[in-house]
Nanobody
Framework: QVRMVESGGGLVQPGGSLRLSCAAS????????MAWFRQAPGKERETVAA????????WLVDSVKGRFTISKDNAKDTMYLQMNSLKPEDTAVYYC????????????????WGQGTQVTVSS
């Protein structure tokens, strides 16, 4: 069974940093391509970062390049999203997700996802 639990969200001032974690069930990270997506109220879900099952491929949406980093530790069954220089427009619920197709992940089409963690960027 595929399960993922996100943590690390919170309230942060503009320019601040947060590190999100996604604890996944055993072998998920080495079996699926993984992603972080976000959804703000009234907006469609948006994939912000993705990492291939082998760890060799990584992708970031243009709006977060230079600020966010995606990584994972298969031994710990945990994926991370380091978010720096946060902006108010980054405010959303952030979800980790898994999928069997890289291109579907980039299109915000996932097979599995967690319950999400709220990130609020505000002064």
């Amino acid at each position: 069974q595929v399960r993922m639990v996100e943590s690390g969200g919170g309230l942060v001032q503009p320019g601040g940093s947060l590190r999100l974690s996604c604890a996944a069930s055993r072998s998920v990270l080495s079996s699926y391509d993984m992603a972080w997506f976000r959804q703000a109220p009234g907006k469609e879900r948006e994939t912000v970062a993705a990492i291939g099952w082998s760890g060799d491929s990584a992708w970031l949406v243009d709006s977060v390049k230079g600020r966010f980093t995606i990584s994972k530790d298969n031994a710990k069954d945990t994926m991370y999203l380091q978010m720096n220089s946060l902006k108010p427009e980054d405010t959303a619920v952030y979800y980790c997700a898994a999928g069997s197709s890289w291109y579907k992940l980039l299109s915000a089409d996932f097979d599995y996802w967690g319950q999400g963690t709220q990130v609020t960027v505000s002064s």
